[in-house]
């Protein structure tokens, strides 16, 4: 399962990049005011120039021919750009042209199997189900998971599920289970993927018992 980093923030890239697991960045309007990024196209440059992996930016424009053009001014910004549309009836057509036109295409907001079906069968590269939204309203995000993995399965749709709007790391722990491509996940999840209450205890004690050893060795200088 690849991971991408769901943020404009360009430290929390380039620290993700460090650790060797950044697979690509997927960024949004909210996370980029979240920044207060003025020039948003001068971000993406920055952040598609920090991974070898695909970088969503999303388009604003809500009618196809807004949109397509648009995402092909974001595509022109670097070539890992990948065009982050709503799942719209407008957003479908665009991807379809965008598709036939050789560029990625993420289709976002994704909250039914039956979207990501006709994601898949408009040509997009990626589809975002949304799972941490639905929560919100009492149902299992990763449910739809689920039933979109098997239907891409059922097809071999080459279409890549990115699990979305992930709040914790049982998201992710059921994304890798379930057999997800890729999860999309904030900084703060990816230290929370990284930390067990049994580590730190395992590792204090580990420490205390080198501090005894050491204390009970010689000093080199001593006679």
Known sequence: ?????????????????SFGFLDGVTTNPSLMARENISDQAARIEEICSLTEGPVSAEVIAADTEGMVEEARALADIAPNVAVKIPLTMPGL??????????????????????????????????????????????????????DIVSIFSNYA????????????????????????????????????????????????????????VAAKRPHPNSH
């Open 157 to 212: 749709f080459e279409t890549e599920v990115i699990v979305a709007s992930i709040r914790s790391p049982q998201h992710v722990l059921r994304a890798a289970l379930i057999g997800a491509d890729i999860c999309t996940v904030p900084f703060k999840v990816i230290e929370q993927l990284a930390s067990h209450p049994l580590t730190d205890k395992g590792l204090a004690a580990f420490l205390a018992d080198h501090e005894k």
């Open 1 to 17: 399962m690849k991971f991408f980093l769901d943020t404009a923030n360009i430290e929390e890239i380039k620290r993700c990049a």
């Open 93 to 146: 057509s665009a991807t379809r042209s965008l598709a036939d036109q050789g560029l990625a295409v993420n289709l976002t907001l994704v909250f039914s199997p039956l979207q990501a079906l006709l994601a898949a069968k408009a040509g997009a590269a990626f589809v975002s189900p949304f799972v941490g939204r639905l929560d919100d309203v009492g149902m299992d995000g990763m449910d739809l998971v689920e």
